[in-house]
T-cell receptor, first 115, second 111 residues
Framework: DTGVSQNPRHKITKRGQNVTFRCDPI?????LYWYRQTLGQGPEFLTY????????KSRLLSDRFSAERPKGSFSTLEIQRTEQGDSAMYLC?????????????FGPGTRLTVT | TQLLEQSPQFLSIQEGENLTVYCNSS?????LQWYRQEPGEGPVLLVT?????EVKKLKRLTFQFGDARKDSSLHITAAQPGDTGLYLC???????????FGQGTTLQVKP
């Protein structure tokens, strides 16, 4: 049983460029979550999918951010026209609907640095 | 808005000492989870508590959920350098599974 994987692990980009991150959840998990974590803080919820449907988006997810999960398996998070404030760790987590107690399993994250 | 406040934010202790980390909220959560995170890695789930007053033990770690399901604590006995890391509490509510995280407690255990 492989865990949640994320690619790339690190991304350095210049302000104004677009970036895309990928998350592969645990294979049987139908729920997938994106969080953002800045240094010294806890993760903040961005959005989540149940199968291919995006069911909730945080106010933190501006128009420059878009997430997809086209076949209900892997997901992508795209940031357009990156800003220095977008620099953070982007975490993906997955869970199985109906699992008691809402347990989520996290990937290793993608560290984004915007210069 | 649901918030979780963790205290202390930073803790530096010697190997062998005991410590307690607190996680408090004014909101009720259906479940509360504790995670441990190492630099550059994602959080790793340690435990989930769901019943008010529940106590769970994981080797030298003891987790407690408050009677009103608004607060929780993590107690580590005889801390070891391998316990060093960021400890996060996270509350879940409703059916979405969205977690609300505290800001974390950074623990450093010196040999």
């Amino acid at each position: 049983d492989t865990g949640v994987s994320q690619n790339p692990r690190h991304k350095i980009t210049k302000r104004g460029q677009n970036v895309t991150f990928r998350c592969d959840p645990i294979s049987e998990h139908n729920r997938l979550y994106w969080y953002r974590q800045t240094l010294g803080q806890g993760p903040e919820f961005l959005t989540y999918f149940q199968n291919e449907a995006q069911l909730e988006k945080s106010r933190l997810l501006s128009d420059r951010f878009s997430a997809e999960r086209p076949k209900g398996s892997f997901s992508t998070l795209e940031i357009q026209r990156t800003e220095q404030g977008d620099s953070a760790m982007y975490l993906c987590a997955s869970s199985l609907q109906g699992t008691p107690f809402l347990e989520q399993y996290f990937g290793p994250g993608t560290r984004l640095t915007v210069t | 808005t649901q918030l979780l406040e963790q205290s202390p934010q930073f803790l530096s202790i010697q190997e062998g000492e005991n410590l307690t980390v607190y996680c408090n909220s004014s909101s009720v959560f259906s479940s509360l989870q504790w995670y441990r995170q190492e630099p550059g890695e994602g959080p790793v789930l340690l435990v989930t508590v769901v019943t008010g007053g529940e106590v769970k033990k994981l080797k030298r770690l003891t987790f407690q959920f408050g009677d009103a399901r608004k607060d929780s604590s993590l107690h580590i006995t005889a801390a070891q350098p391998g316990d060093t890391g960021l400890y996060l509490c996270a509350g879940g509510s409703g059916n979405t599974g969205k977690l609300i995280f505290g800001q974390g407690t950074t623990l450093q255990v010196k040999p």
